[in-house]
């Protein structure tokens, strides 16, 4: 990647180094939101460009902001944003390397549709906007739809109504009544902004004219089952219902139907799953709706059971050793509602001898095919095997749905007898080694052989290692083994089969040359000997001889596996070499010696004498090749020629010894002698000197001469007795001498702060015997300037002109500091005045006081200003208030506030347009009533016409207070009835059916005729029928037709 350079100087060339050392970089990581876009809002669009590159694939794509996205991840997410948003789109490699882009997506406002129903119910039915009525039969209705949709002015506004009519308006807030017939009806409402927007919208409506639905759902068939086998279900008395309404059932399973009007009366449904898993039985849940109401039910004792699958588990496995157990464990599926228990099952094992079973192996009592009649197995059965042989084992699983069988078959096997031979057994390294595998395993059924190697004590510090060489692995039956390095081997062979694991094994001895080692051998100095080792290691075969080799030393050899001392006289380098011998071969090791040289005593200076806290130099001459060591007085030691102790103290007095060494030997030693001076003790009078700001402190010193002070580092004087005006808190040091050696002591001087003193803010009193407080810090300081202040700072302003007092405070420390305070006294201010007290009604108008003389504050339930508004009865106290503190005057006014009187108008009505006219009663009595249909105090349903009517009733009480309450009475038009046209019918015994007359659901009465309209002709003559039909609203209404009834003059 192309990286960039942020300073100049060596740095880029060696970033560019560092690029080249680490391996091939990789480009900029680029990606690409795509170009920006416009759309309508809520319109989709698809964001994003190329896909990434550069950086390390794969990529994965992040987009922000979440609002408008469909998904936030994936270079092409889809958006609906509502308003104009900036996304940017994060790109990020395998390394965590990342890019950005962004896109812009502007958003064109949509109309906003808002179509209403003034006569009609709106609801959402099925997601869609709905206006529905309900309880007229299957007539139709008019619906009067207004408009109050919001768009760009040039809009274009058109309608599909639904109901075969379609409109075009030239703006919003049209209104329309349109007619629909009994059912549903959908229809769209389009809104077309003109350009440069061009965005529209449309949006779906139902228009629905119905009754609340009807109908049931029952089982017709056997409620209990098995997967896969259907149930059978029917819709009733679902004839009648309207056109959209909708049919659900959720059987329970996660599977669900919605059918249209009407729906398929007779149905199946299979499940394919046991109710065992909710609990042993289904419960259906069924709903008839549509936008006037739901009609709901539910179904139980679903009853599905689970087709048995029969299966067991062997357990260890299905092989096994002759008088061992075999757990065999029944784990057949298939439950059985509603218990939902699994399956029953019986076992059998072939051949019947050989084995012994704890545990029953059920029977089927005769009765192979009908499962609830047998007597299960063990669930869990437990067979010892003491013959050989394979066995099959069956397990039969059944239920109500039906039988299963599953067969399995299990070998068991005799313990094997392992053995084996190894050639050679001993050798030197490396040695092969082959094997003669000579083993039994009667009745077997799968006997194995692995092989291994242990080496139990290694030689020589060797790392013997065991291969499997010519072609063989560790489970070949005769493998050969190459065994590289002393020591002795076990070589091990395990035959392995279901009665366990039989091991057996052969040691090997491989032995190796001998080998030989040197002990650390560290150089002498002239005159000395040595007495060298070695260790010499056997490797598997004895040791038969040894030889050491000591030319230039005393003696100059030996045949001793220990030599013993050996002297150099002279200084030098020297070698010494030692030797073994064994079957395998024989080895040898040498190493060099040097002997060094006495370097001479070293040459010192000296006596030396320091003060206490001085440093302490020693010296000694250097001499190349030559290293010291010091010792001396409190444990002192060095290995520097020239040592510096710093800060003595009087434990470095004494005597210093200095030795050298050169080549590891030490020569003789010299001493030198060193003297430490105390330094003096200084002391400052007195010890912890304090003062006040701005005053001085003098100090005297003892305990030596020529006395110099400072302050923070700082010279400040000289001498004794001192003198020093300090402005802080400051250590002094005082610094003298004496014998030669120089002292120091210091003390804190402190410096105590004047206390901070406030004697208030200047303050005007107005003229009074009225004592006023002042405000003052800190507490307990003494008062002064005027006889009118006591030392409490109370202040009495009896007399006018001004005063300056004065206040003093002491603190802890005895240091005191003033400050001053101007108290002015004025003449008395005029009294204030609120008004006079006033009394109005709870809903009187706002009422404006006035206090004097004017520029004064008003307090209560009252503005700032003095408005006062009646928000609850109660009495309300007013305060004026002029000036502040002393110079303050207030007066207060009062205002009652009466209650309304309590009016109930009576509760709403419905009554029909036939009623008489009747007294309308409202409490308290004697007030007006207003409103259509009024006359007096009665209220006239035929003068006031159908619909609600708001009637008004107003009262005033003894203290003027006025109230009124509303009543709304609904007067319901008288259904239209229609009996239907006069009819003649032939006189004989047989009933007629009357036709014709609406709406249906009315009563006939008259000669002859049931409520039903059943007419049984009983003789020639007219007879008048009177059809009465009563509304939802209690209406009630009545036609006549007349039904003649003539002799037949031919009969047959």
């Not at 990647?1 to 100049?8: E, S």
């Not at 076992?347 to 545990?359: E, L, V």
């Not at 064994?582 to 010696?593: F, G, I, N, R």
Request: glycine share 12%.
């Amino acid at each position: 990647m192309t990286l960039p350079l942020f300073r100049t100087g060596p740095w880029p060339a060696l970033l560019i180094l560092l690029i080249l050392a680490t391996g091939t970089a990789h480009a900029q990581l680029t990606v690409a939101a795509g170009t920006d876009v416009t759309i309508c809002a809520g319109s989709p669009t698809i964001l994003g460009g190329a896909a990434a590159t550069g950086g390390t694939p794969p990529y994965t794509y992040t987009w922000g902001p979440a609002a408008g996205l469909g998904s936030t991840n994936g270079l092409h997410p889809v958006c609906t944003a509502t308003a104009t948003t900036t996304y940017t789109l994060t790109a990020t490699d395998a390394g965590g390397l990342t890019g950005t882009d962004q896109v812009t997506v502007t958003v064109k406002p949509v109309p906003a549709v808002n179509l209403t129903c003034t006569n009609g119910t709106s609801s959402i039915y099925g997601g869609v906007l709905t206006f529905s009525v309900c309880g007229l039969g299957a007539n139709p209705y008019n619906f009067d739809f207004t408009d109050a949709t919001s768009a760009l002015p040039g809009a274009t506004y058109s309608i599909t109504w639904g109901n075969g009519q379609t409109g075009n308006f030239g703006g919003s807030g049209w209104s329309s009544t349109q007619q629909f017939p009994f059912g549903l009806s959908t229809g769209t409402y389009t809104v077309q902004q003109p350009a440069p927007n061009n965005c529209s919208i449309t949006v779906p409506f139902n228009v629905f004219v119905g009754e609340v639905p009807l109908g049931g759902l029952s089982v017709v068939s056997n409620s209990s089952v098995c997967t896969g086998s259907p149930v059978s279900f029917e819709w009733n008395n679902f004839n009648t219902n309207p056109p959209g309404t909708l049919y659900i059932v959720d059987y329970g399973d996660g599977n669900i139907d919605t059918l249209p009007q009407p729906p398929q009366a007779a149905f199946d449904h299979i499940y394919t799953q046991s109710s065992c898993a909710v609990g042993g039985e289904y419960t259906i849940a069924w709903s008839i709706t549509n936008p006037c109401d739901v009609r709901t039910g539910s179904i139980n004792q679903i009853r599905v059971s689970g087709a048995p699958v029969a299966d067991f588990t062997i357990s260890p496995n299905d092989t096994a050793c002759v008088n061992s157990t075999v757990s065999f464990t029944d784990i057949s599926q298939g439950t059985q509602a509603p218990t939902c228990v699994g399956p029953k099952h019986i076992w059998s094992i072939s051949p019947a001898t050989g084995w012994t079973a704890a545990g029953t192996l059920g029977n089927t009592n005769g009765q192979p095919t009908v499962p609830g009649v047998w007597t299960s197995g063990a669930a869990s059965l437990g067979v010892t095997f003491n013959t050989p042989g394979t066995y099959t084992v069956t397990d039969v699983a059944g239920n109500i749905c039906s039988v299963d069988t599953v067969v399995r078959t299990l070998c068991v096997e005799q313990p094997p007898q392992p053995a084996f031979t190894a050639l050679p057994t001993t050798g030197c390294t490396p040695l092969v080694v082959n094997t003669d595998n000579n083993s039994t395993s009667p009745n077997s059924c799968s006997t194995r052989y692995l092989w291994s190697t242990t080496v139990n004590s290694p030689a020589c510090g060797s790392t013997p290692v065991a291969t499997f060489s010519g072609g063989t692995n560790a489970g070949t039956f005769e493998p050969q083994l190459t065994l590289a390095g002393a020591g002795n081997y076990t070589v091990h062979m395990q035959a392995i089969n279901a009665c366990g694991t039989f091991p057996v094994s052969q040691s090997v001895s491989v032995g190796a040359p001998p080998q030989v080692a040197l002990n650390a051998i560290s150089g002498i100095c002239e005159g000395q000997s040595i007495s060298p080792t070695a260790m010499f290691s056997a490797c598997g075969t004895p040791i038969t001889g040894y030889w050491w080799s000591t030319p230039g030393g005393n003696p100059t050899n030996s045949t001793s596996q220990v030599p013993g001392a050996v002297s150099y006289a002279a200084a030098g380098s020297y070698s010494i070499t030692a030797s073994a011998l064994s079957a395998c071969s024989s080895s040898l090791a040498s190493a060099p010696l040097t002997v060094s040289p006495l370097p001479a005593a070293p040459v010192v200076g000296g006596p030396i004498t320091v003060c206490v806290g001085e440093d302490l130099q020693l010296q000694a001459t250097p001499v190349p090749g030559v290293t010291f060591q010091w010792s001396g007085p409190n444990g002192f030691t060095s290995s520097l020629p020239n040592p510096l102790i710093t800060a003595v103290t009087s434990a470095a007095q004494g005597t210093y010894t200095v030795s050298a060494t050169a080549g590891g030997c030490s020569g003789p030693s010299n001493t030198v002698g060193v003297t430490v001076n105390p330094a003096p003790v200084l002391v400052i009078a007195p010890a912890a000197p304090s003062v006040c700001a701005g005053d001085a402190v003098t100090l005297t010193a003892t305990g030596g001469a020529n006395f110099q002070w400072d302050a923070g580092g700082v010279p400040v004087g000289s001498g004794s007795p001192f003198t020093f005006w300090p402005s802080v808190t400051t250590t002094l040091v005082l610094h003298g001498d004496a014998n030669g050696c120089t002292g120091a002591s210091s003390t804190l001087l402190t410096v105590h702060p004047l206390p901070v003193v406030d004697a208030g803010s200047d303050q005007v009193f107005c003229e009074s015997t009225v004592p006023q407080p002042l405000g003052f810090f800190p507490l307990g300081g003494v008062w002064s300037g005027s006889p009118q202040v006591d030392n409490n700072g109370v202040f009495t302003p009896s007399v006018q002109g001004t005063f300056t007092l004065v206040y003093t405070a002491t603190s802890p420390q005895g240091c005191a500091n003033t400050d001053v305070v101007v108290i002015t006294v004025a003449a008395p201010p005029p009294p204030a005045d609120a008004g006079n007290d006033t009394t109005i009604c709870l809903n009187a108008p706002a009422v404006q006081f006035t206090g004097l003389p004017a520029g004064g504050s008003w307090n209560g339930d009252i503005s700032i200003g003095g408005l006062f508004h009646a928000t609850a009865p109660g009495t309300f106290t007013l305060d004026y208030t002029l000036g502040t503190g002393s110079c303050s005057t207030s007066d207060q006014a009062v205002v009652t506030v009466l209650p309304l009187p309590l009016i109930n108008a009576g509760a709403d009505q419905q009554v029909c347009i036939d009623l008489p006219a009747f007294p309308l009663n409202a409490t308290p009595a004697g007030g007006t009533w207003a409103g259509a249909g009024i006359t007096g105090g009665s209220f006239d349903p035929q003068m006031a016409g159908t619909g609600t009517q708001v009637l008004t009733y107003a009262f005033t009480d003894g203290n003027g207070c006025s109230n009124a309450d509303t009543r709304n009475i609904t007067v319901h038009a008288l259904p239209v009835v229609q009996a239907g046209s006069d009819i003649t019918f032939c006189d004989q015994p047989m009933a007629q059916q009357l036709a014709g007359f609406s709406p249906p659901g009315g009563a006939w009465s008259g000669p002859n005729v049931s409520p039903g309209g059943s007419f049984l002709p009983s003789g020639p003559g007219t007879f008048n029928l009177v059809y009465t039909y009563a509304d939802g609203n209690g209406c009630t209404a009545t036609d006549q037709l007349a039904v003649t009834v003539i002799t037949i003059t031919n009969p047959a």
